[in-house]
């Protein structure tokens, strides 16, 4: 599978692991009236720690924005706190781990990467805390409450099938990528003998962009190369190719049912209902909690 780039971006990272949080910075100084953003149940956000926050998101958010997600963070670290989560200095080493196999970058590139931010170990380490704190909280609260039924799935399954279905002039198609003939060879030998197209694709495939999962329709004249698309065409449905020799080594091609059955995808679908429903339930959580809470706005940023 492809790797990251190694000088992504240390926010790049953040979207894959994190729900709602953005980084802290404290402020140990006594604060006067004018330097406070915020005051939520009795908690401050500093204008200099906004301020700080729009610098690291480089203008891509404005400040009220900031401080609207920074508001929504603290209620929610305040809810964690009430009801006693807590977080494992293990549980924090584990999601960097996951953070760093994840991005397919080494553990010295991800501290330079989030050194290069400003931001220091403790910092991150901090904010990886946090991570982890709103996680559970939101899954003991919210997501606990959400469910999604097998008879939604199929609803939406049958009405959007023509969007699964290929279209004139498409096939769908599998396939396995490898260096030799040899090895194309011998992979067409397991699946005779009952292996797993998928599984192979997975294992032995210099390419898994294409796992099976995802649609895999192609049409004459794409981006495919022709020697491949020729094979391909001619194949019946179910077949597997030989072995077909291209610059960028030797495929084997399967093609597969034009309609993706209900099985296939039926997962993908009910992620999507699960991501779409909590994405909605957090955000009326939040607003919930905001209503309960004492807030208030003190400090109103000019647009940049």
Same mark, same amino acid.
């Given at each position: 599978?492809?790797?990251?780039?190694?000088? *992504?971006? /240390?926010?790049?990272?953040?979207?894959? &692991?994190?729900?709602?949080?953005?980084?802290?910075?404290?402020?140990?100084?006594?604060?006067?009236?004018?330097?406070?953003?915020?005051? &939520?149940? !009795?908690?401050?956000?500093? *204008?200099?720690?906004?301020?700080?926050?729009? $610098?690291?998101?480089?203008?891509?958010? +404005?400040?009220?924005?900031?401080?609207?997600? #920074?508001?929504?963070?603290? =209620?929610?670290?305040?809810?964690?706190?009430?009801?006693?989560?807590?977080?494992?200095?293990? $549980?924090?080493?584990?999601?960097?781990?996951?953070?760093?196999?994840? +991005? @397919?970058? +080494? #553990? $010295?590139?991800?501290?330079?990467? %989030?050194?290069?931010? @400003?931001?220091?170990?403790?910092?991150?380490?901090?904010?990886?805390?946090?991570?982890?704190?709103?996680?559970?909280?939101?899954?003991?609260? =919210?997501?606990?409450?959400?469910?999604?039924?097998?008879?939604?799935?199929?609803?939406?399954?049958?009405?959007? &099938?023509? @969007?699964?279905?290929?279209?004139?002039?498409?096939?769908? &198609?599998?396939?396995?990528?490898?260096?030799? #003939?040899?090895?194309?060879?011998?992979?067409?030998?397991?699946?005779?003998?009952?292996?797993?197209? /998928?599984?192979?694709?997975?294992?032995?495939?210099?390419?898994?962009?294409?796992?099976?999962?995802?649609?895999?329709?192609?049409?004459?004249? !794409?981006?495919?190369?022709?020697?491949?698309?020729?094979?391909?065409?001619?194949?019946? %449905?179910?077949?597997?190719?030989?072995?077909?020799?291209?610059?960028?080594?030797?495929?084997?091609?399967?093609?597969?049912?034009?309609?993706? +059955?209900?099985?296939? /995808? #039926?997962?993908? /679908?009910?992620?999507?209902?699960?991501?779409?429903?909590?994405? *909605?339930? =957090?955000?009326?959580? =939040?607003?919930?909690?905001?209503?309960?809470?004492?807030?208030?706005?003190?400090?109103?940023?000019?647009?940049?």
């Amino acid at each position: 599978m492809k790797k990251s780039n190694k000088n *992504v971006n /240390i926010l790049t990272i953040f979207v894959v &692991v994190v729900i709602a949080a953005i980084i802290i910075w404290g402020v140990s100084k006594e604060l006067s009236k004018n330097d406070i953003a915020a005051i &939520v149940n !009795g908690e401050e956000i500093a *204008v200099e720690e906004i301020d700080k926050l729009y $610098e690291l998101y480089q203008g891509k958010i +404005s400040k009220n924005d900031i401080l609207t997600l #920074k508001i929504n963070e603290m =209620v929610l670290v305040q809810k964690a706190n009430e009801l006693n989560y807590n977080v494992e200095e293990s $549980e924090i080493q584990d999601e960097i781990d996951s953070l760093i196999e994840t +991005s @397919g970058i +080494s #553990k $010295e590139e991800l501290i330079s990467n %989030i050194e290069a931010q @400003g931001i220091t170990t403790e910092e991150f380490e901090q904010d990886i805390h946090k991570q982890i704190l709103l996680q559970k909280l939101l899954e003991g609260t =919210v997501y606990s409450e959400i469910e999604v039924t097998e008879e939604e799935v199929l609803d939406y399954y049958n009405l959007n &099938v023509e @969007g699964v279905t290929a279209k004139e002039g498409e096939i769908r &198609v599998r396939y396995i990528l490898v260096e030799t #003939k040899e090895e194309a060879e011998e992979i067409i030998k397991s699946l005779e003998e009952g292996a797993s197209f /998928i599984e192979l694709k997975l294992t032995k495939s210099l390419d898994t962009s294409n796992l099976g999962e995802g649609y895999g329709f192609i049409s004459k004249g !794409g981006n495919m190369i022709p020697t491949f698309e020729d094979t391909a065409f001619a194949l019946e %449905i179910g077949d597997v190719s030989e072995p077909v020799e291209t610059s960028k080594g030797f495929y084997i091609i399967k093609r597969e049912e034009d309609v993706i +059955s209900f099985q296939e /995808i #039926k997962n993908e /679908i009910k992620d999507n209902f699960l991501e779409s429903r909590k994405s *909605v339930a =957090v955000q009326d959580y =939040v607003s919930s909690l905001k209503e309960q809470g004492n807030i208030e706005i003190l400090y109103e940023f000019e647009e940049e």
